[in-house]
């Protein structure tokens, strides 16, 4: 049996998602514990209500990145996971941090990895007037935003769309997408060779 750590920063759709997934399809693996740098991050509730422990490690409790990784480290540590997940998690983490968990992160970001990096990626997809839009769920690597693909979802990019029409039609695809990856990687279908991932199993 598997063990995942997710960690989130807000609502936690995503993570919810993978949560029921893991339920409905038995995986073999168990979610170990959700942990948040915000104490008020809304999906913490949903964790505990499906008696998933959980916890809370503030950033702004700590004085630099250094020492928020470091404190963060160890909590996570505590439940010997296989994987961690990031689900929303709107921290960027240092270098030391993200090698601990080489080949064991992974990310989803609301946009078709390389184009549109960072933050507001809706914002930044209608701007540039891409005819697509997506999603992609990536490795983390040192480099924010930037590890091997291991999925992507693609969605249109309507006339008329605002940010949060666009937002919103790429949450469901997160929502399908980011389940289908953890699950592989629980089934040691993935595997990272020249910095690209190859799927054995879909
Ligand atoms: C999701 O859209 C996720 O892709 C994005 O934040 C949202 C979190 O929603 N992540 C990033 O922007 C990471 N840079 P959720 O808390 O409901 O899963």
Redesign the pocket.
């Known amino acids: 049996m598997k063990s995942i750590v997710i960690l989130?920063s807000?609502?936690?759709?995503?993570?919810e998602a993978i949560v029921r997934a893991a339920q409905t399809e038995q995986w073999p693996a168990r979610i170990t514990a959700v942990i948040s740098n915000r104490a008020d991050a809304a999906?913490l509730t949903f964790a505990a209500a499906q008696g998933i422990p959980t916890a809370v490690v503030a950033n702004k409790d700590y004085p630099d990145r250094e020492r928020f990784d470091a404190a963060l480290r160890t909590v996570i540590d505590g439940f010997s996971p296989d994987l961690i997940v990031l689900?929303?998690f709107?921290r960027i983490l240092t270098a030391p941090f993200v090698q601990h968990y080489a080949g064991r992160m992974l990310n989803?970001?609301?946009s078709l990895l390389p184009s549109f990096p960072g933050i507001a990626?809706h914002r930044q997809a209608l701007a540039a007037g891409v005819k697509v839009h997506g999603?992609t769920v990536h490795f983390v690597t040192a480099t924010l935003d930037n590890g091997p693909i291991v999925a992507q979802a693609v969605v249109p990019v309507h006339q008329g769309d605002t940010e949060q029409t666009l937002e919103a039609r790429v949450?469901i695809e997160?929502h399908q997408l980011y389940p289908r990856a953890v699950r592989w990687f629980i089934e040691d279908s993935l595997t990272i060779e020249d910095g690209r991932v190859l799927v054995s199993e879909q």
């Open positions: 989130i807000g609502r936690g759709s995503n993570m999906g689900a929303g709107m989803i970001h609301p990626t999603v949450l997160e």
